[in-house]
């Protein structure tokens, strides 16, 4: 069974930034970033292919990062000009794919991120 540990998160003011690691016990095709909260529920915040390619949600693009380091297995979110509707639970991911589907089948224990205004 893949452990996923997650860290990084916090409170931090709008137009922060802030950094979230995934430690992965084995590395899937697909790793992504989702984050729930109590407005929104669940949605994909990022993913990104064991080859290479990503993808960032709208809301993020232009702010939020996503990069995987395979010599370390691990996965990171570069959140950069946080906004208070980022706030919300993150969760590192992992799935053999496709990467594009709204649920992955491996979940980490989840880190909370909190923006305020």
């Known amino acids: 069974q893949v452990q996923l540990a997650e860290s990084g998160g916090g409170s931090v003011q709008a137009g922060g930034s802030l950094r979230l690691s995934c430690t992965a016990s084995t590395l899937f095709y697909c790793m992504g970033w989702f984050r729930q909260n109590s407005e929104k529920g669940r949605d994909r915040v990022a993913y990104i292919q064991f080859s290479g390619p990503s993808s960032v949600a709208d809301s993020a693009k232009g702010r939020f990062t996503i990069s995987l380091d395979k010599s370390k297995k691990s996965l990171y979110l570069e959140m950069n000009g946080l906004k208070p509707e980022d706030t919300g639970m993150y969760f590192c991911?992992?799935?053999?794919?496709?990467?594009?589907?709204?649920?992955?089948?491996?979940w980490g224990q989840g880190t909370q991120v909190t923006v305020s205004s």
């Open positions: 991911a992992a799935d053999v794919g496709p990467c594009g589907k709204e649920s992955y089948a491996n």
